[in-house]
T-cell receptor, first 115, second 111 residues
């Protein structure tokens, strides 16, 4: 039973380029969350999605960042025109979305480096 | 407002000793979860305690929750070198699925 999958594991971009991060939730999970972690810090919530719907994007920067979770395929976190401050580890988590089940299971993360 | 502040920020103990980490939060919660993160890796879910629970055990882990003090503790008994990692608490509040993490405690177990 595969866990949460993220790819790529490492991504290097130059300033101004676009970064696309992918997340495949655990089998049977319909809820996806994206978090960002700066070095030596805890994770900060970015966005919470269900299939084809953004439920909570209160942690997403207003510009350059977008997320989607299409009916088919992985969830995508897209960062346009990256800047050095976007360098971080981006983690995806999933949960089954069942009443009373609150655990979130995390993927290995994508480490984005902006040159 | 920030939630889930861990204390201490760093802890170094000898193998076999017990390790205790604390977490405080500011607003009401539904659940509190503890995660472990090895250096450069993803997070591993350790244990979830609900707001109406006071104590929970899982193997060598013991978690307590005091909602009146808005605090939780994670105790790891008989520590092993493999327990070396960062430990984070995370809370979710009423009507919110997102987790709010603290800064973490870096635990080092010396052989």
């Amino acid at each position: 039973n595969a866990g949460v999958m993220q790819n790529p594991r490492h991504l290097v971009r130059r300033r101004g380029q676009e970064a696309r991060l992918r997340c495949s939730p655990m089998k049977g999970h319909s809820h996806v969350y994206w978090y960002r972690q700066l070095p030596e810090e805890g994770l900060k919530f970015m966005v919470y999605l269900q299939k084809e719907n953004i439920i909570d994007e209160s942690g997403m920067p207003k510009e350059r960042f977008s997320a989607e979770f299409p009916k088919e395929g992985p969830s995508i976190l897209r960062i346009q025109q990256v800047v050095r401050g976007d360098s971080a580890a981006y983690f995806c988590a999933s949960s089954p979305g069942l009443a009373g089940v609150y655990e979130q299971f995390f993927g290995p993360g994508t480490r984005l480096t902006v040159l | 407002s920030q939630q889930g502040e861990e204390d201490p920020q760093a802890l170094s103990i000898q193998e076999g000793e017990n390790a205790t980490m604390n977490c405080s939060y500011k607003t009401s919660i539904n659940n509190l979860q503890w995660y472990r993160q090895n250096s450069g890796r993803g997070l591993v879910h350790l244990i979830l305690i609900r707001s109406n629970e006071r104590e929970k055990h899982s193997g060598r882990l013991r978690v307590t929750l005091d909602t009146s003090k808005k605090s939780s503790s994670l105790l790891i008994t008989a520590s092993r070198a493999a327990d070396t990692a960062s430990y984070f608490c995370a809370t979710d509040g009423p009507g919110a699925q997102k987790l709010v993490f603290g800064q973490g405690t870096r635990l080092t177990i010396n052989p």
